[in-house]
């Protein structure tokens, strides 16, 4: 037996509970973990509140976060004692996850404990900070460098909004962090923001175009914001969109694209070949200032999780949350 969440779905509801699971019950898979931290993100929270449709099997075991060592493997690539890092791959939506003490995973999912990071640290990156430095590859990729103008990141004291900026700011990048929670000025400066604006300022309905402000953009909210982002970037911008914190719709125009040739670069981390994953985190381990990660994380037991997923959804989470498991 083990501790873990368990989400269910029966004729008394949506339920998420934390209980005592039967090994036996768990998925197959050819690698069996024991868990040692998970963490909670926005889509996590989405399957724990049943805010959101996340959850596609019930039961389910949500996380799609975790760190652990094996404990049994009849996969070629690990071995018993080895540390693993899962992000993804639909885990937590239709395999269970990593907010338990064991999981039984697909192999192929895994790759071993990026070196530089002990598990915590590489929980309080998780999914969100993966994905933000997916953000930064993206904008490489497409040719914005350091000094090329400013840079923009919404959500910015949630966890992807934070990861990405001080990767960012470490990089030489100008930062400008846009957020719903001014009163966290201190903490967005601290992490490399040169200015924070308020969120209100790109959440309304905006014309098709702006004056040119941005370099580049890393977008976590979506909707209004995404839109007024790509009118207002500069001829040959780049705006990575990754999240939907405001909504799905997108209610753009063509006009930044094809006037002044702004490229909209999407974000997928969940699916994303495991070549794009080892990069990533050998680029966080880089390219990241791990001091940072002690002001952007902060570490729960399993008892706490239910009721910051609510928090979470509302907005009132700061950073990230790591989870000890055990
Ligand atoms: P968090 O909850 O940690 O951060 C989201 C932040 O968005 C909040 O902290 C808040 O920042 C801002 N926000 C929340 N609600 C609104 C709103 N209604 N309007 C405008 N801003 C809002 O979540 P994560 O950082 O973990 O994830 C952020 C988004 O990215 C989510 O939509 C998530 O699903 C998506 N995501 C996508 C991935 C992918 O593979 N494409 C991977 C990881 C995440 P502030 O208070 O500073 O304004």
Same mark, same amino acid.
């Given at each position: 037996m083990f501790s873990g969440i368990l989400i269910g779905k029966d004729d008394g509801g949506y339920h998420a509970k934390l209980q005592r699971i039967d090994e036996s019950l768990l998925p197959e898979g050819d690698v069996l973990v024991r868990v040692s931290h998970s963490t909670i993100n926005y889509k996590d929270a989405l399957a724990i509140t049943g805010q959101g449709p996340v959850v596609r099997k019930f039961p389910m075991v949500p996380g799609v976060d975790l760190v652990g060592q094996v404990e049994h493997s009849s996969h070629t690539a690990f071995k018993q004692g080895d540390w693993v890092l899962l992000n993804g791959w639909g885990v937590g939506e239709t395999h269970w996850g990593g907010l338990a003490q064991m999981?039984?995973?697909?192999? !192929?999912?895994l790759i071993p404990l990026p070196a530089g990071f002990t598990p915590q640290q590489a929980m309080s990156l998780g999914t969100a900070g993966y994905t933000a430095m997916l953000c930064v590859m993206a904008l490489e990729r497409h040719g914005v460098?350091? /000094? =090329? /103008?400013?840079?923009?990141?919404? /959500?910015a004291a949630g966890g992807v909004g934070s990861v990405a900026i001080a990767i960012l700011s470490q990089l030489g990048y100008a930062v400008v962090a846009v957020t719903g929670r001014t009163d966290e000025t201190d903490y967005l400066v601290g992490l490399g923001a040169k200015e924070v604006l308020p969120r209100a300022q790109f959440s309304q309905p905006g014309k098709p175009l702006g004056k040119e402000r941005w370099a580049g953009a890393v977008d976590v909210v979506g909707s209004?914001?995404?839109a007024n982002l790509c009118a207002t970037t500069r001829y040959g911008g780049v705006v990575t969109a990754c999240g939907l914190a405001a909504g799905m719709d997108f209610p753009s125009t063509v006009a930044p694209f094809i006037l002044r040739g702004v490229t909209l670069a999407g974000i997928d981390s969940v699916m994303r070949p495991t070549a794009d994953r080892?990069?990533?985190?050998?680029?966080?381990?880089? !390219?990241? =200032?791990?001091?940072?990660?002690g002001t952007i994380g902060r570490e729960v037991p399993l008892t706490e999780v239910i009721p910051l997923a609510t928090e979470l959804l509302q907005g009132r989470v700061k950073g990230r949350i790591v989870v000890d498991v055990n």
């Open positions: 999981a039984r995973l697909n192999g !192929d999912w460098k350091p /000094g =090329d /103008g400013e840079i923009v990141v919404t /959500g209004h914001t995404l080892l990069e990533a985190w050998s680029r966080l381990a880089m !390219d990241l =200032d791990l001091k940072q990660l």
